[in-house]
């Protein structure tokens, strides 16, 4: 019996910090960034596509923008105990709107990297793309939070 309660309780405290980690993964996914990298289905994004791209992240959704742009947006959510890490979208604007895409991240201080599948395929196991794979891997860098002035 005591085995029996000493595992029922494991259960309740092992379960009881699974919402406070997600709600601070989400966090530390908010706020505004600039790709760095990108590669579709095997091919290197060029320099001038990567300076066009932003990313804002903000109490779970995230808007991806091309030169100002709305390109996708999209609700999110994240299990940070899985290896690799998960990250799902909804699609709320865009190209493949109302569709889920799955995706695996990394989230290093003020760098993410994700790897993402096509609409309708299953999520990465790593941070690859090859031609024909329907995926997209990116790196973002946050940007500085700006001051406010006084």
Request: some cysteine; hydrophobic content about 35%; charged content about 30%.
């Amino acid at each position: 019996m005591r085995l029996l309660m000493t595992a029922v309780l494991s259960l309740f405290f092992v379960g009881a910090d699974t919402p406070d980690a997600v709600k601070k993964e989400m966090t530390r996914l908010e706020g505004e960034w600039t790709m760095v990298s990108g590669e579709i289905d095997g091919t290197a994004m060029v320099e001038q596509q990567l300076k066009a791209m932003k990313r804002v992240a903000k109490d779970g959704v995230t808007t991806v923008t091309m030169s100002g742009q709305t390109f996708m947006k999209a609700k999110f959510s994240v299990d940070p105990a899985k290896k690799p890490k998960t990250i799902d979208y909804t699609v709320v604007e865009g190209p493949t709107k109302g569709k889920m895409q799955y995706g695996i991240y990394e989230l290093d201080d003020d760098t993410v990297k994700f790897c993402f599948s096509s609409p309708g395929k299953d999520r990465p196991s790593d941070f690859t793309t090859k031609a024909g794979s329907g995926r997209t891997l990116s790196v973002w860098k946050k940007e500085a939070k700006k001051e406010a002035k006084k």
